[in-house]
C-alpha cells in the first residue's frame, strides 16, 4: 500500500502520465489531420456560370473558389456586353479539383469588321450560303427584269451599292437585286433630275430599270461629294409619252452645282404667266 502511494505522488509517474497524455493528444489530432486530407483529395467543386460577366468578376469568383483562369481570346457576339464573357471551359456546373483552370472568351469591345464578298452573277442560294460564310446577313429582295434570271446582278448595303471588298460590320443585313428575265412589257423613263446616285436608283428600280453609266462631273472631288452630287443628265430623256422595255438602262450624270439641276425660278414664273 505505501508503494502505491509513494508511487502516486512521485514525480517521475506524473510526468510519465503527462508524457502518455500528450502522445495521445498528438496521435489524435495527427489522426483527425490525415482524415481530412484524405477527405478533401480528389473532391469536387461545381464551376459556377460565368456569362455574362465582365473579367474583373470572374477574376474575384475565381480566387475566393480557389480556381484559376485564362482569356483565350476575344470574339465578336452583338448580343452580348462589350468585354462579358461569352464562352467557358469547362461547362457551367462541371465538377472540378481546386486549382483547375477555367478557360473563357470575352466579347470585343469593337465591332468585327468583314470584307464584302463578290455576289454578282450567282444564284440566290448561292449568295445566301456565301454571305453567311462571311457572318454576314441576306437582307430584302428586289426583282427586276434583266436577261440574268434568277441571278444576283447588284448587292447593296443601307440602300448603297457596295462594291466586293469594302469592310463593313460583321452580322450586316445585305439587299440583293435579281434579275427575273426580259419581257415585253414596256415602263416609262421617269425624271431624275435633282435626285441623288441613291434616290435616282430606287427610282428606277421603282419602274423596273436599271442604272447604266453613272459619270460625275469635274465638280465631284471626294466620297462626299459623290454622295450629295445630283442628277443633271439623263439618258435616255424623261418621257411620259413613249415607253422602254422593262430592264433597260438609264445611263445618269451628275454634279454638286446646283445651276446645273436646280430649275430656274424666274423661267418657270414666265412660262406660267403665259
Known sequence: MNKIVRLLISKLFWVNIAIAVLLTAIIILGVFWGLKKYTDHGAAYTIPDFTGMQVEEVVKICNEKEFRYKVLDSVYNDDAEPGAVVEQSPDPGSHVKKGHTIFIKTNAFGTEMVDMPELKGVSLRQA????????????????????????????????????????????????????????????????????????????????????????????????????????????????????????????IWLTTDTTLWKPNIDEDIDQKTE
Open 128 to 251: 445566301t450560303a456565301i454571305l453567311e460564310s462571311y457572318g454576314l446577313i441576306a437582307g430584302n429582295l428586289r426583282y427586276v427584269p434583266d436577261i440574268a434570271s434568277n441571278v444576283i446582278i447588284r448587292q447593296q448595303f443601307k440602300g448603297d451599292d457596295i462594291e466586293p471588298g469594302t469592310k463593313i460590320p460583321k452580322a450586316s443585313s445585305i439587299d440583293l437585286i435579281l434579275g427575273i428575265g426580259l419581257s415585253d412589257e414596256k415602263t416609262f423613263v421617269p425624271e431624275l433630275k435633282g435626285l441623288t446616285k441613291k434616290q435616282a436608283t430606287n427610282k428606277l428600280l421603282d419602274m423596273y430599270l436599271n442604272v447604266g453609266a453613272i459619270v460625275f462631273d469635274n465638280t465631284v472631288d471626294n466620297k462626299t461629294d459623290s454622295t450629295t452630287a445630283k442628277v443633271f443628265k439623263q439618258s435616255p430623256l424623261s418621257d411620259t409619252i413613249n415607253t422602254i422595255n422593262l430592264g433597260s438602262y438609264v445611263d
